[in-house]
């Protein structure tokens, strides 16, 4: 694996945009989550976000030469601002501080709703409800329960230490069991789990709008899909007062005064509608014939990312040609420096380099003294 170029880069990002927006459309016309469950959406998600992190070209990648289009834009994106700073490495370095600006938003928000947790008082009002649920679903899961004015309606939160807080307001029991059985499926699913890879992507991708909207539609989705995993046994009328507990939840907004961000707890007209039409109409939901094509043309994108680089192509002047020698692999070793590598030609110097991505396969040592001890310099 060698260092990132501007190829590289660029490749990761249209195809991560590409896939992103395919993936949202699949999800949009087709349910694609919720025919299927959200493990291959979710290791779609850890690829997308693995090529973020290795935007580079690696020893098996091989260079797609660009001569009409590349070429200028490269010019225009690598041009030095004041002979100091490319464009491409000012979007760079932006990026990579945005995402480490929003990870720790998101880590402090997170630590922060963890603390006001600590404060709140576990309640043992419905323990006999929820330990009906936890061996129906044969789960020996401790479940910390919590009843508290500060929110509207009922969310999931804790990754380690799973929290259910309830709104304090007038439930049945029923309605109570409705309301524990949705939540508690979201922590039987490590469904928490999984929306934490969405955050770390919407941190990494948080310049890109199609990120956050993958991140909404796989929250949505999980939420149509724990509705179907509970009303999948029920008879007709339980599935409507499934809806009707769902209905009335709803009309407890406005949101949550105190939230997490790793949390279930979407509630918006949109959502409930389709959760609504969604549980009415489930029966209809039948797997798409074409999903494992759309998986394989997904997966093939992003393999191909890896195995294939768009690089421009420049030719070189023939009066630089006259001039430059060939630096053959047997006779060239390259010295490391803190900023750059010194070449050196039958054991004499010729010039530094900033990178090793046009030597690939070349000796390289790590100080002047490891060299004295292969090669013979002064």
């Known amino acids: 694996m060698t260092e990132p170029s501007y190829g590289s ?21 087709k349910n694609f989550i919720v025919r299927y469950g959200a493990g291959a ?12 992190v290795l935007p580079c070209n690696f020893s098996f990648s091989h260079n797609i030469l660009s001569k009409i289009i590349l070429p200028p834009f490269f010019d225009a994106i690598t041009f030095k601002i004041f002979g100091m700073v490319s464009l491409m490495d000012l979007f760079v370095s932006i990026w990579i501080i945005g995402f480490l600006v929003q990870f720790l938003r998101f880590c402090i928000k997170q630590y922060q709703f963890c603390q006001y947790i600590k404060t709140l008082d576990t309640t043992t009002a419905y323990n006999d409800i929820l330990k009906r ?6 789960k020996n899961k401790q479940i910390r329960l919590i009843i508290t004015s500060d929110i509207k309606i009922p969310f999931t939160t804790g990754l380690i230490k799973p929290v259910i807080l309830l709104p304090d307001t ?13 939540e508690a499926e979201h922590l039987f699913r490590h469904d928490l789990w999984k929306c934490l890879f969405y955050e770390i992507m ?12 993958m991140k909404q539609q796989f929250t949505a989705a999980v939420e149509l899909s724990n509705d179907f995993s509970i009303v999948k046994n029920m008879d007709k009328s339980e599935s409507l007062d499934y809806l009707s507990c769902l209905v009335k939840v ?6 949550p005064v105190k939230k997490p961000v790793l949390c279930f707890s979407e509630n ?17 939901i039948k797997k798409d014939k074409f999903y494992f094509i759309n998986l394989s043309v997904i997966t093939a994108i992003l393999i191909a990312s890896f195995l294939f680089v768009v690089e421009p192509y420049y030719t070189i002047p023939q009066e630089i040609l006259d001039t430059t020698m060939s ?8 010295i490391k420096n803190e900023t750059h590598y010194d070449v050196y030609f039958y054991n004499k110097y010729v010039c530094p380099v900033n990178t090793l991505r046009s030597f690939p396969g070349y000796t390289v040592y790590k100080n002047k003294e490891e060299a004295k001890k292969h090669e013979k310099i002064n």
Request: charged share 20%.
């Open 9 to 29: 880069v660029l490749t990761c990002i249209f195809v991560t945009s590409f896939i992103m927006l395919y993936l949202i459309i699949l999800n949009q016309k």
């Open 41 to 52: 959406y979710l290791a779609l998600t850890l690829f997308l976000i693995l090529r973020a």
């Open 268 to 284: 918006e007209p949109s959502l409930l509608m389709r959760r609504t039409d969604f549980i009415i109409n489930r029966h209809k």
């Open 327 to 334: 630096l053959d692999i047997d006779h060239t070793f390259f």
């Open 133 to 138: 649920i936890t061996e129906k679903h044969k």
């Open 170 to 182: 007038n439930l049945s029991e029923k309605e109570t069991e409705y309301i524990l059985s949705h």
């Open 250 to 255: 709803a009309k407890k907004q406005p949101s």
């Open 202 to 213: 919407a941190c990494v991708y948080w310049w890109n709008p199609l990120a956050y909207k």
